[in-house]
């Protein structure tokens, strides 16, 4: 594992947060983030004025532009995880979501849940660019290609 990798993973649990609590919440999706695309989080992660502290607060501003006149508010776990790496400064985030970051964090988190014997999926490209579809005899149209993931495991609940 690289140097960085293993920096950025000690400077996540310096940090003194309660078990269970919202901030460390965020640091799991920084976790998962570290595992899914190890080289950029690292390196995003180690900017020494970034803190887990500084993404709950991020977010959590987010939520309240968002809310309008609402008493309480529901952030989707995309938007969630978009605001956070957001925070620490990655470039084209809702892009690299789509395109199969999100969902490579998504498997990241779900190793935890695999019951013990079961391989794990082989997958290596979850989500290509683009497909080909024939509309007629002679055209073709390229259209994005859209992986369905189910969202409902990842709970955001407890971060706001």
């Not at 609590?21 to 970034?50: C, G, H, M, T």
Request: glycine share 6%; with cysteine.
């Amino acid at each position: 594992m690289d140097k960085n990798v293993d920096k950025a993973r000690e400077k996540l649990e310096q940090e003194k947060l309660t078990a269970g609590s919202a901030k460390d919440r965020v640091r799991e999706i920084l976790f998962l983030w570290l595992e899914a695309s190890p080289a950029e989080a690292a390196e995003l992660i180690l900017k020494k004025e970034k803190t887990v502290g500084g993404a709950y607060t991020a977010m959590r501003e987010n939520a309240s532009k968002n809310r309008g006149s609402a008493t309480c508010v529901c952030t989707p776990p995309e938007e969630a995880v978009g605001t956070i790496l957001e925070y620490f400064g990655m470039k084209d985030v809702q892009q690299k979501l789509e395109h199969g970051l999100l969902y490579q964090m998504m498997m990241a988190a779900s190793k935890k849940f695999r019951p013990y014997g079961v391989a794990e999926p082989a997958v290596e490209n979850p989500q290509p660019d683009a497909e080909t579809e024939e509309i007629g005899k002679d055209a073709a149209v390229e259209q994005p290609h859209r992986a369905l993931v189910d969202l409902s495991a990842f709970s955001m609940e407890g971060l706001l």
